[in-house]
């Protein structure tokens, strides 16, 4: 069983390699169906808000239930038009608004049940973790701005925020997407301490142009890479609903099976 595991896991390393490897030769951000399919990848629908919608619904991760405070300053990011020529500008401040708002919810979370802490959302370096670089600047660009797992140390399931200078498009995956969960979903089993997992499930937070978001949850099968990818969620007005959205999968708990099971 442990060599099987042993191999199971260095398969699915280099089989993600591959993937990464053919997204990289695309050459739009917007990657294409057909791309998508010589690569292995199946491009799903994620539906975060509708619990009855079982099919669709995420598969690995779970909201947090409980309360939390509204937004602050939302309006903020609404005093201007977003500009088109400056999407990274526009992703930047989605970005300080939710970061400000996840950091605002933990501190009210903690205080509320200081024994009972969210199981995830908490801030990591990116830098503490062996992934590759994350990012692109040289003709096309994207990065990842902040990474959180489980405290619990022993969950593979791991949480992403993304930037991409790119316009939302519901019908596409971006090669900045792709690419970011190939990479940490292989470093993750090459984590010693998550050596009885075979899957690593990922769930990114997009942001992207014009000033929108959405959320994506990523699994590899053994033979498919699986990418859910929710609605596109509409900051150029307030969305308070959205970002309590966001916020409740940032911090909600693991679920799934990523194990090996046995014969």
Known sequence: MDEALVNQRADRRHALARIENLIKETPNMHVESSDLKAAGIRHLPLDLA??????????????FQEELPLPENEEKMLEFEPDLDRIMWETRDMELFLTKHFCKCWIY????????????????????????????????????????????????????????????????????????ITDIMAARLRTKSLRPHIVAPILVVSLMGPRHARVLEADFDGKMLNIRASKLYDFTKKNTDAAQLLTRYWFGGACGQTEMELP
Request: aromatic share 12%.
């Open 50 to 63: 509708d619990g009855k919608n079982t099919q669709n619904c995420p598969r690995f991760f779970q909201p």
């Open 109 to 180: 979370a903690d205080q509320k049940d200081p024994n009972n802490p969210p199981p995830s959302g908490g801030y990591r370096e990116i830098g503490d973790y062996k992934f590759g670089q994350l990012l692109e600047c040289i003709r096309f660009h994207w990065y990842a701005v902040s990474v959180t797992d489980y405290w619990a140390g022993n969950r593979p399931h791991f949480k992403v925020m993304l930037e991409s200078d790119a316009i939302g498009d519901e019908s596409k995956l971006l090669r900045g997407e792709i690419m970011t």
